[in-house]
């Protein structure tokens, strides 16, 4: 069976232990991209980057990190996305030539990523970008400002379209999209909220009739993740235990998880977000 995933290392290391324990095909990755951006730029288009060699050549790279840093701004090229993926094809020739079993979809960059509006330097009209400024020599401040989180609700209906999108190339597919955990998010109230919210929005507004396996967000013990500075990772047993869950599910075909799944919250950690700020 072939599999895309797109998101983040939760749907990308998912797809890694698919393809180790259960003779899956891992075809392609796409990183770095939030949801807004991404829908703004290549299913709405409603704005558009600028040429990757002109915008390439402009970035003034800190050393140790310009191979990353050159990988985070390919993927967000549609047509240079996927690339750099350890024996992966490029994401959109794969969406349109393969055939695809199974799509792993994350939403960590829709919970945790702030994008760079541009609005000074090129001559399209503005643009975001998902760069990390300690990664360039350059003053980005005069290219334009970094922007806000994402509203949550905002990202549920950003998420329907996206997965429109990939139902137009794969009308087949088995769909997942994993809701990012915030069990190692107790430290950050504002996270923790934002994750918890995306699930509660995302299963009110995801149609029935796109045949998307929505999970809810995986709550486990400490012995099970990277801990609290790590908050993005867990550790191998659980990427493999979501992977033998997705290829049950495929192989098995297994309903997905009910939309009227109830999160448990803890009403501490809301209360520290709803706080007023001070300085």
Aim: hydrophobic fraction near 40%; charged fraction near 25%; charge should be negative.
């Amino acid at each position: 069976m072939n599999v895309v995933s797109f998101g983040s290392c939760l749907s990308y290391l998912t797809s890694v232990e698919l393809k180790l324990h259960y003779q899956c095909t891992f075809k392609s990755a796409n990183f770095q991209n939030r949801s807004d951006s991404f829908v703004a730029k290549y299913i709405d288009k409603t704005e558009s980057l600028p040429p990757y060699d002109l915008f390439n050549e402009q970035l003034q790279y800190v050393p140790e990190h310009e191979a990353e840093s050159r990988e985070v701004l390919e993927n967000q090229y549609l047509d240079r996305m996927g690339k750099n993926a350890e024996g992966c094809f490029p994401f959109l020739e794969t969406l349109q030539n393969d055939k695809i079993d199974i799509i792993v979809l994350d939403n960590f960059f829709d919970i945790a990523g702030m994008l760079f509006r541009v609005d000074k330097f090129f001559d399209p009209p503005p643009f975001d970008v998902f760069l990390n400024f300690h990664h360039y020599t350059n003053d980005l401040t005069k290219w334009g400002r970094l922007t806000d989180f994402m509203d949550q609700a905002e990202a549920a209906r950003n998420w329907v379209k996206l997965c429109r999108w990939l139902r137009s190339y794969q009308p087949h597919a088995k769909i997942f999209l994993l809701s990012f955990q915030v069990c190692q998010s107790i430290r950050d109230a504002d996270r923790y909220v934002r994750g918890k919210r995306f699930f509660d929005e995302i299963v009110k507004v995801m149609p029935e009739d796109l045949n998307v396996d929505i999970f809810p967000a995986i709550d486990v013990e400490e012995t099970y993740h990277k801990g609290y500075d790590d908050w993005a990772h867990f550790t191998p047993t659980v990427y493999k235990a979501l992977a033998g869950t997705i290829f049950l599910k495929t192989v098995g075909n297994l309903p997905p998880f009910p939309r009227d799944y109830v999160q448990t919250w803890d009403r501490n950690i809301v209360e520290k977000a709803l706080a007023p700020q001070t300085s």
